[in-house]
Each structure stands twice: as C-alpha cells, then as structure tokens.
C-alpha cells in the first residue's frame, strides 16, 4: 500500500518563506511530485524529483531524500498569489507506469 | 488553446441515474486517467488508460466504468449513481513512457447525486 503525510494547513506572510513537508511509504518509488492547486481549479504541475538533492525553479524549490521517504516544497519570496493547496505525490510503479497516488494536500495561507 | 476538456462542469443527478462524464484531449498523449477528489483525501485514482484501447483500475473504481476508443477520448460512466459519488472529477493526460511523468489536468466536473 501507499501512504503519503503532509500537513493539512500552513500559514505564512507575504515576503517570507515556507516549507511544506512531505514524507511517504509505498512499495516502490520512482519519482515525487509537487503540484498546486487554487481554489475551485485544476492542479498544476510544479516540481519533479526521482534523485536525492534540491531542485530549483524560480521561487520554488523541491528537496528529496529517499532512503528517509521525505520531500519538502520551498516556496521564497512569498507572495499572496501563492495561497493555494500544494500537493505531494508519489508514482506507483506497479501496474501503469504513471500512477500518480496523492497525498491530501496542503492548504497554504498567504497573509500581507 | 492545447489542453483537456471536460463536460459538464456541473451536474446535480439523482440516485440511480446512469451519468458520463466526458473527456477530450487534443495533444495526442498516449495516457489518460479519471480522480476523484473529496475534501481531506485528495485526489484518488478512479481508472486509467495508458494507451487507446487499453484501460485499468486504480484506487477507486467501484461504480465507475471508462473506455479508450480513440487517443482523444476518456469517459467515465457512473451506472448507478450513489450519494457517496458526490465528488469533484478530474481528467488529466500523459505523455506516457519516458517523461517525467507531468500530469495535464482538466478543469473538472462537479458532481452532485441526490
């Protein structure tokens, strides 16, 4: 089975920056996702990992260690455009190849 | 504009109607696949299909059926709708093997069974 934890909510000030944690067990792993997701709309890709280290885009940043199951989303220079639900998931590599399985998301609130 | 198209984006249905959902992309992704997202569980996989003519199940397929006549088209068929299908619908493609595995997604198809 698949397991996925990420805090239900987060909040955080304009400017500032946040890290949102991710870990997992599943059976196997062959990559880690961010997406976000705005209230009333559709998830947007945001982040890919499949090795150990940082990756960085822009504001964002995604951060893997897979022998501890733990991902995190960091988001700098925090703007209100930002508060939306950013999500973790993990491909199931059984089966289809690009099973994506979810966790519950993280509800982020941007405050000024 | 490139993308995924879902319809309806709405539907208020009574219990025990049959209901589809329909799905279209027109980026020639080789897979496609049906969540369903309910508050505090996030999205769960219904069915997928890596290829026209082929499909599977994920997390959830209880009550819910698809096909994959063609590369464009993904409807998801509820037989019997239920109240417990009370959910919002996500379509979403792939480019399939040997990519990083992005998912597009469409904008979604809330659902209400009565």
């Known amino acids: 089975g698949q397991n996925i934890d990420q805090p239900t909510e987060m909040t955080a000030t304009e400017g500032a920056i946040v890290q949102i944690n991710c870990t997992y067990q599943?059976?196997?792993?062959?990559?880690l996702f961010w997406y976000q997701q705005h209230a009333g709309e559709a998830p947007t890709f945001l982040s890919y990992?499949?090795?150990?280290g940082l990756e960085e885009k822009g504001r964002f940043s995604s951060f893997l260690s897979r022998s501890k199951g733990y991902s995190y989303l960091l988001l700098k220079e925090l703007q209100m455009k930002d508060s939306a639900s950013y999500l973790c998931a993990v491909r199931d590599p059984t089966g289809g190849y690009n099973k994506l399985i979810f966790g519950a998301g993280t509800r982020l609130a941007v405050h000024p | 504009i490139a993308g995924i198209t879902q319809a309806p984006t709405s539907q208020i249905l009574a219990a025990g109607r049959r209901m589809t959902l329909r799905c279209t992309q027109d980026m020639r992704h080789n897979a496609m696949y049906w969540y369903r997202q309910d508050l505090g569980l996030g999205l769960r996989l219904i069915h997928y299909?890596?290829?026209?003519?082929?499909?599977g199940k994920g997390e959830v397929p209880d009550g819910y059926s698809v096909s994959r006549a063609n590369t464009d088209d993904f409807p998801l068929t509820l037989a019997s709708a239920v109240p417990s299908q009370t959910s919002v619908y996500f379509c979403a493609s792939s480019v399939g093997q040997g990519n990083t595995g992005e998912l597009f997604f469409g904008e979604g198809s809330r659902l209400t069974v009565l």
């Open positions: 599943t059976s196997g792993f062959n990559g």
């Open positions: 299909s890596n290829t026209a003519g082929t499909t």
């Open positions: 990992n499949v090795l150990d």
